[in-house]
């Protein structure tokens, strides 16, 4: 079984640029989550799909950042404009809707702002 | 007060030596995953327990839900169990919260 894919693996780019994030979640699993990982730090989530429709959106920037997954499948997190905080590993995960409800995670999209 | 508590934050330790790693958390829990991660970002889960100790290998997670404690073993440690080892307790809603993990050195 094939895991969570997410592209580009690494991004570097200047602050105020545009930066967008791909991810596949594994096949069948419903819910697709999108985490923010400062170095040094937890994983922090910044929105939950379930299919095509938002769950929690609650520390999404909603000023700079958005998300989304038109056909209930791949998604994508776009950043514009970029900040210099902003610079962290973007970390896609996976899961069903039903139990054991247990997260798969993507190798991540480390980004740099400078 | 963080709501996930991992200790140590950095371990250093010779190969063969035994490995404890330990998660205290304040929420109340559904399940609990202990996360793998190697530089580079990725995430492996290794465990996801909701009570008593499960094992694979060499690696053993036990969980105390009373205690509201869970702690991870390593047995007979390689280097390559050098990564960070994250605790992430799962509440009722299905969302994880993460301790900051636990920076593992395993030397030769």
């Known amino acids: 079984e094939a895991g969570v894919a997410q592209s580009p693996r690494y991004k570097i780019i200047e602050k105020r640029q545009s930066v967008a994030f791909w991810c596949n979640p594994i096949s069948g699993h419903a819910t697709l989550y999108w985490y923010q990982q400062i170095l040094g730090q937890g994983p922090k989530l910044l929105i939950q799909?379930?299919?095509?429709?938002?769950?929690?959106d609650s520390q999404l920037p909603k000023d700079r950042f958005s998300a989304e997954r038109l056909k209930g499948v791949d998604s994508t997190l776009k950043i514009q404009p970029a900040k210099l905080e902003d610079s962290a590993v973007y970390l896609c995960a996976s899961s069903l809707i039903r139990e054991p409800y247990e997260q798969y995670f993507g190798p991540g999209t480390r980004l740099t702002v400078t | 007060k963080n709501e996930v508590e991992q200790s140590p934050q950095n371990l250093t330790a010779q190969e063969g030596e035994f490995i404890t790693i330990n998660c205290s958390y304040s929420?109340?829990?559904?399940?609990l995953h202990w996360l793998q991660q190697h530089p580079g970002g990725g995430i492996v889960s290794l465990f996801m327990?909701?009570?008593g100790k499960k094992k694979h290998g060499r690696l053993i997670a036990t969980i105390n839900i009373q205690e509201k404690h869970s702690s991870l073993h390593i047995t007979a440690s390689h280097p390559r169990d050098s990564a960070v080892y994250i605790c992430a307790p799962r509440g009722s809603n299905y969302k994880l919260t993460f301790g900051k993990g636990t920076l593992l050195t395993v030397n030769p």
């Open positions: 929420v109340g829990i559904s399940a």
């Open positions: 799909f379930q299919n095509n429709g938002v769950v929690d």
């Open positions: 327990l909701s009570s």
